[in-house]
């Protein structure tokens, strides 16, 4: 069951991938980056198969890894190099000519937040996609390159060698192709992670953070503080919420308190007992 729920992600992630990439890239002749753009541009300059391109230049990359960056890397990179091609080619034969729009604009769009999707997926099980994410990787390895600056520029090259046979407007798509990627993927990297991290400030912190701790079922902690002005030493009650308890704890804390100061910022991630591990209770 362990290897099931660490691959069925990787299955569902290059499926989507393959889907969106049929449906909306292929149909209009979308300028795209990574692998698949190198493909776009092979199989117009010596009209090699997309998806047969797609395999081939996979398994020589994951080759190289194996080779230069270890076993563990091309373990987590195998799945990926065979499913995407693989699929691809299934909804080549499945879906023919079928075309859902000719609009170049909402085909940029859904082919931009479905990448991102697929990535998003692929990416939060641990695994890689494999292909043009490899050569940065090792140019990071031999060389100290960030990877980020890497796939920018590799995009960049991807994305010109399609404009020697595309119009100047295709190359616009492209661009807002890579952005919206590059949101969505975020997105869906951080799903399910983002929390509320709320300081309250008040002399009536011991009560507040009793009401929190039996009302709302969220752990505190009490800071030591001292007061700019007064220089009078008082405590501030830190503790992390979901998002939609945000609400009830204000309306708790006003009930008590309605001069409390309270500071709210979204916090990235959160691990610890309560969120990325069960509540444990004495």
């Keep these: 069951m362990k290897i099931f729920y660490k691959f069925f992600p990787v299955l569902v992630g290059n499926l989507i991938y393959a889907l969106i990439v049929k449906l909306f890239i292929l149909p209009t002749s979308l300028m795209s980056s990574g692998t698949t753009g190198i493909a776009l541009f092979m199989n117009h300059v010596f009209d090699i198969p997309v998806s047969l391109f797609i395999l081939i230049f996979n398994l020589c990359m994951l080759i ?8 563990t890397f091309a373990m987590t990179t195998i799945a990926s190099t065979i499913l995407y091609p693989v699929f691809l080619e299934f909804f ?3 879906l023919g000519d079928y075309v859902i729009t000719n ?4 085909n940029t769009i859904f082919a931009g937040m479905g990448i991102g999707l697929a990535l998003g997926i692929v990416i939060r099980s641990g695994a890689s996609t494999g292909g043009m994410d490899i050569p940065p990787l090792l140019l990071h390895h031999y060389f100290r390159i960030p990877v980020s600056i890497s796939l920018y520029v590799f995009d960049f090259i991807i994305l010109s060698c399609q404009t020697l046979y595309n119009p ?15 949101v969505v993927l975020d997105k869906v990297l951080l799903m399910g992670t983002t929390r509320t991290e709320v300081k309250i ?7 507040i953070a009793k009401d929190i701790l039996s009302n709302i079922d969220r ?14 030493k008082q405590e501030v009650i830190l503790t992390i919420i979901s998002n939609r308890e945000l609400p009830k704890i204000e309306k708790l804390i006003r009930q008590i308190d309605p001069d409390a100061f309270m500071v709210v910022s979204r916090v990235r991630e959160v691990w610890g007992r309560g969120f990325s591990s069960k509540k444990q209770y004495q």
Excluded: D, H
């Design 168 to 182: 100047m407007e295709r190359l616009l798509y492209g661009i807002l192709l890579i952005l919206l990627t590059s």
């Design 103 to 106: 609009n170049a604009l909402l």
């Design 92 to 94: 080549n034969q499945c």
């Design 201 to 207: 400030i008040s002399p009536r912190s011991q009560e």
């Design 219 to 232: 752990g505190v902690t009490l800071l030591e503080s001292k007061g700019g002005y007064s220089q009078q």
């Design 64 to 71: 190289i890894g194996f080779l230069i960056l270890g076993k």
